[in-house]
């Protein structure tokens, strides 16, 4: 996606976190990713948890037209509810002051994601093993504070099957599951009886849950460990656990194709909203 907008900012926000030093990298690694193309005049980030914080960052930005996009999983609690409230926006473009504010779709509800979670399925598994014979599992939080936080999961889920082996997507099963809310993750054995079964985080980063919580609602820790850069839990697969072979890979954000993504965000809302 070739976008050109020197003199417009674009703001990337993140959750972070207190307690994971892993959960705000892959913002910032895409943010690097979008500043070595030259498409803004500048590009930052902030963060729900960490510095600089959403309230921060507006004294930061010297342009007056700025796109936000959230790098965010899901359109749930956070986007619908705690970004606006916290950007002090309305809407789909806002006046602050002199600058204008034109606030994207998160990440996670992109087309290109179905790609990149057949990807990332398929890039981890030995080459023996028989796609055809192996379930697919799509993992994410949920929550009861917005039941749109599992939708971009339950899409994903659908738009995979509904792929042909022609489309590198012939899986016996896909499935979704969460921590927590049913369909949970701990019960990965009896949602499927594949002998192979491959669990991708719908996850923006390898924090607390992905890296740390999942691990062993799975069966593969148990107790939860150190940081995703302290650790080596996704070099270990796979896993054999009851007679079955359990491959789990790292959060779907920290590929790099995201950087890519953010960039789409901005052109469906110029395309969409300002035209």
Same mark, same amino acid.
């Given at each position: 996606?070739?976008?050109?907008?020197?003199?417009?900012?674009?703001?990337?926000? $993140?959750?972070?976190?207190?307690?994971?030093?892993?959960?705000?990298?892959?913002?910032?690694?895409?943010? !690097?990713?979008? *500043?070595?193309?030259?498409?803004?005049?500048?590009?930052?980030?902030?963060?729900?948890?960490?510095?600089?914080?959403?309230?921060?960052?507006?004294?930061?930005?010297?342009?007056?037209?700025?796109?936000?996009?959230?790098?965010?999983?899901?359109? $749930?609690?956070?986007?619908?509810?705690?970004?606006?409230?916290?950007?002090?926006?309305?809407?789909?473009?806002?006046?602050?002051?002199?600058?204008?504010?034109?606030?994207?779709?998160?990440?996670?509800?992109?087309?290109?994601?179905?790609?990149?979670?057949?990807?990332?399925?398929?890039? *981890?598994?030995?080459? $023996?093993?028989?796609?055809? !014979?192996?379930?697919?599992?799509?993992?994410?939080?949920?929550?009861?504070?917005?039941?749109?936080?599992? !939708?971009?999961?339950?899409?994903?889920?659908?738009?995979?099957?509904?792929?042909?082996?022609?489309?590198?997507?012939?899986?016996?099963?896909?499935?979704?599951?969460?921590?927590?809310?049913?369909?949970?993750?701990?019960?990965?054995?009896?949602?499927?009886?594949?002998?192979?079964?491959?669990?991708?985080?719908?996850?923006?980063?390898?924090?607390?849950?992905? &890296?740390?919580?999942?691990?062993?609602?799975?069966? *593969?820790?148990?107790?939860?460990?150190?940081?995703?850069?302290?650790?080596?839990?996704?070099?270990?697969?796979? &896993?054999?656990?009851?007679?079955?072979?359990?491959?789990?890979?790292?959060?779907?954000?920290?590929?790099?194709?995201?950087?890519?993504?953010?960039?789409?965000?901005?052109?469906?809302?110029?395309?969409?909203?300002?035209?």
């Amino acid at each position: 996606m070739q976008i050109r907008k020197p003199d417009s900012a674009l703001l990337i926000l $993140g959750h972070g976190s207190t307690e994971n030093p892993d959960s705000s990298q892959p913002t910032w690694d895409h943010a !690097e990713s979008i *500043i070595r193309t030259g498409a803004f005049g500048s590009v930052h980030c902030a963060f729900w948890k960490e510095e600089p914080s959403f309230r921060q960052v507006w004294p930061m930005i010297e342009e007056n037209e700025i796109y936000v996009v959230p790098n965010f999983i899901s359109e $749930g609690y956070f986007t619908r509810q705690v970004i606006p409230r916290e950007l002090e926006i309305e809407g789909h473009s806002s006046q602050r002051g002199e600058k204008k504010i034109h606030y994207c779709d998160p990440v996670g509800i992109h087309d290109r994601m179905t790609d990149l979670l057949i990807k990332r399925a398929l890039e *981890i598994i030995d080459d $023996g093993t028989k796609v055809e !014979e192996t379930a697919l599992i799509i993992v994410g939080h949920g929550t009861n504070l917005n039941k749109k936080s599992t !939708e971009a999961i339950k899409d994903q889920v659908t738009a995979i099957r509904e792929r042909g082996p022609e489309q590198g997507a012939a899986f016996a099963e896909v499935l979704d599951a969460y921590m927590e809310e049913a369909p949970f993750i701990a019960d990965w054995k009896e949602m499927t009886d594949a002998g192979t079964v491959v669990v991708v985080p719908f996850f923006i980063a390898d924090a607390l849950h992905s &890296y740390q919580d999942i691990p062993v609602l799975l069966g *593969i820790e148990s107790e939860p460990t150190a940081a995703a850069s302290q650790q080596e839990v996704f070099r270990r697969n796979p &896993y054999e656990i009851d007679g079955r072979t359990l491959y789990y890979s790292s959060a779907i954000g920290t590929d790099a194709s995201l950087a890519e993504v953010i960039l789409d965000q901005v052109a469906y809302f110029d395309e969409h909203y300002l035209s």
